[in-house]
């Protein structure tokens, strides 16, 4: 995550700030956001990625704002019989995790405090799927390449 991230950039001397997920949007068409990279937890023979969700959401922000996107992963991640992203299974994961929020109250005890109405639906998809063309390019192990050539780079 995040912590670990900002270390390793910091370690390297890469300037960086962490920012709010929600925020990304909003300082890439102010321009202050110079380029993004994501991971993936799968990568598709097209080029199509999935990613922890929210992952399109920032790569079509980026892509309408003319900031580069690319996707850091080790090539064990590239699935060559994953045709595309329309074939990637998307975990949905239980509802009650957007229904519930745990913190501390003011004596330090744990509480689970519900912050949907009672009787309102959710859904919680973990992964969604980027599509190829909003990837400037691909870093691997091996070097970078674009999304379209990830076939016979990784082959």
């Not at 300082?27 to 956001?33: D, K, P, Q, V």
């Not at 519930?100 to 992964?127: C, K, M």
Request: charged share 25%.
């Amino acid at each position: 995550g995040a912590r670990l991230t900002a270390w390793e950039l910091g370690g390297e001397g890469v300037p960086y700030a962490v920012i709010a997920d929600n925020a990304a949007g909003y300082l890439m068409r102010r321009g202050e956001i110079d380029l993004v990279i994501v991971g993936a937890d799968r990568v598709a023979a097209n080029g199509d990625i999935a990613n922890k969700i929210g992952t399109y959401e920032k790569a079509a922000c980026a892509f309408l704002n003319g900031v580069p996107f690319y996707v850091a992963f080790p090539s064990s991640t590239f699935d060559p019989k994953c045709p595309s992203g329309e074939a990637i299974p998307i975990e949905e994961r239980d509802a009650e995790e957007v229904h519930y929020v745990i913190g501390q109250d003011e004596e330090g005890a744990l509480r689970r405090v519900r912050v949907t109405p009672q009787g309102a639906q959710a859904r919680n998809p973990a992964f969604d799927v980027t599509p190829a063309e909003y990837i400037k390019a691909f870093i691997t192990e091996r070097g970078l390449c674009a999304p379209q050539e990830v076939s016979r780079f990784l082959a």
